[in-house]
């Protein structure tokens, strides 16, 4: 069972921007999709392989998917930020470093509902693109750069965790 004490943590100025442009973003990623909707053709590209490349097409209601898919994930990730009491540290979370541990946990989950919101925006665009005739692909790279920037996500925020720990 989680003993991290729950305590009221002030979100930092950086999380607190992070919040709002992620709040903008996911209201750009509807606007856009619905207006492109009326744009796209019956049938648009629904799932990409490994080297991004269209393997499955889908009734272009399915463009819809990926805004709404992201705003669950937004909600879920914006709710969590907000309670870092609940999450699992590496560190032991003692009187002396609840706030910092807290703090950056918070922000950890706003940069990666960043993320999140980048990529599924980042796939909408070019699923529109692709429908449109004016690409391709997703690219090759983008696997691998999506995989690489989770992983220095994840890995600024655990040096951070251990060096509030100290």
Not at 27 to 51: D, E, M, Q, R
Not at 135 to 160: D, E, H, M, R, T
């Amino acid at each position: 069972m989680n003993t991290n004490p729950k305590i009221k943590v002030k979100p930092t100025q950086l999380t607190k921007q992070l919040e709002i442009v992620n709040y903008f973003l996911i209201s750009v990623f509807w606007i856009v999709t619905c207006l492109a909707y009326k744009h796209l053709p019956t049938k648009i590209p629904t799932h990409y392989n490994g080297l991004g490349e269209v393997d499955a097409y889908g009734h272009k209601i399915t463009i819809f998917l990926l805004p709404i898919i992201a705003t669950i994930l937004f909600i879920v990730l914006t709710i969590l930020a907000k309670k870092p009491h609940t999450f699992n540290y590496s560190e032991t979370i003692t009187s002396e470093n609840v706030e910092a541990q807290y703090k950056n946990a918070m922000r950890f989950m706003q940069t990666l509902n960043l993320f999140v919101l980048l990529i599924f925006i980042f796939i909408d665009y070019k699923t529109i693109q692709i429908a449109l005739e004016k690409n391709k692909s997703l690219g090759v790279w983008f696997l691998p750069i999506s995989g690489i920037i989770a992983v220095i996500i994840i890995s600024y925020s655990v040096i951070q965790s251990q060096k509030k720990q100290k």
